[in-house]
């Protein structure tokens, strides 16, 4: 299954979103009903890029976690050229723009690509996805960080956890197989952000305030205009602000943040769909269902039968 990433030119695990201003295509993640919110590939750079055009770029909505096996080449994250080597790791967040100029720059790198969803990961699926950034287990995704470096002696380990992943994922509904892949994407992101600087980038103040002002306001029908207001500051330049430190915009934040209640609740308790919407700041029930299905292309009700009927 392809993914939006360094690692694999969009595929069936992803599907376009929206387009930017720029032209830059920004796909979401595709999740199969019944299956984790977790997909993982093995492939050559060389032979999944070979149908890209020159100059290709794109982002995805998720998380993404390359680690190269062997092999050389580069690819740009977000402008900067970033070198491809066996034993790299590479952390890719929402909103980064992954460039190709040439397929050639690529080389041949054997290479493992796991996307995924943050509430995929039991340690982060309670929490509010606007913590995310700052959570101990995902310090290899933090601002101005980004990769690792395994060491030799540890790289065989990786391989085998990747496989693993790959295996529990390849029958999803196997007994256990949920409970097996979040804890092998959870032991995968341990020992990624052991390979992060031990010293974490200070918060940036103005994300903070934002963030601070959507998680106290999300439950109402504020818009990013009223966040804006809030803050002193008009909605357009702080969208520009917000997109640039963190890669995406301030009505997406928003409604990142509501999608993910909505899932919350969904999976956690039998209250109707009105009432879901009335604790979220969406309308009504059937505005809830146009932007879950739109956002994650099942419905509400067909997702939340699925999670509660995992054991």
Excluded at 51 to 78: C, K, M, Q, W
Excluded at 124 to 150: C, D, I, K, Y
């Amino acid at each position: 299954m392809g993914h939006s990433s360094v690692g694999a030119a969009p595929g069936s695990g992803s599907r376009l979103r929206t387009v930017r201003l720029d032209g830059t295509p920004v796909y979401r993640y595709q999740q199969r009903p019944g299956a984790p919110a977790v997909s993982v590939t093995r492939f050559d750079t060389a032979t999944a890029h070979s149908a890209l055009p020159p100059n290709h770029r794109h982002a995805h909505d998720f998380l993404v976690l390359v680690y190269i096996e062997e092999g050389t080449g580069s690819v740009a994250i977000d402008g900067a050229d970033r070198p491809l080597r066996g034993g790299d790791v590479h952390a890719l967040s929402p909103g980064q723009v992954i460039g190709v100029k040439t397929v050639t720059e690529l080389a041949r790198c054997d290479a493992w690509s796991v996307a995924f969803t943050p509430d995929a990961v039991p340690a982060l699926a309670s929490v509010s996805p606007l913590t995310w950034m700052h959570h101990p287990l995902l310090a290899l995704f933090a601002p101005a960080t980004g990769r690792g470096r395994v060491a030799e002696a540890d790289r065989a380990a990786w391989s085998a956890w990747l496989a693993d992943l790959a295996g529990e994922l390849a029958d999803p509904g196997r007994l256990g197989a949920r409970e097996a892949v979040a804890a092998t994407l959870t032991r995968l992101l341990v020992a990624s952000a052991r390979l992060a600087p031990s010293a974490p980038a200070a918060p940036d103040p103005l994300v903070e305030q934002v963030f601070a002002e959507i998680e106290s306001t999300f439950r109402d029908p504020v818009s990013a205009a009223d966040v804006a207001r809030a803050l002193g500051y008009t909605p357009g330049h702080l969208t520009t602000v917000l997109r640039k430190r963190t890669g995406r915009p301030l009505l997406e934040w928003i409604t990142e943040r509501r999608m993910i209640e909505v899932r919350r609740m969904l999976r956690e308790t039998d209250l109707p769909l009105d009432a879901v919407a009335a604790r979220t700041g969406l309308r009504d029930a059937t505005y809830l269902v146009r932007r879950f299905r739109n956002r994650y292309g099942i419905t509400p009700q067909r997702w939340r039968r699925t999670e509660q009927s995992w054991p």
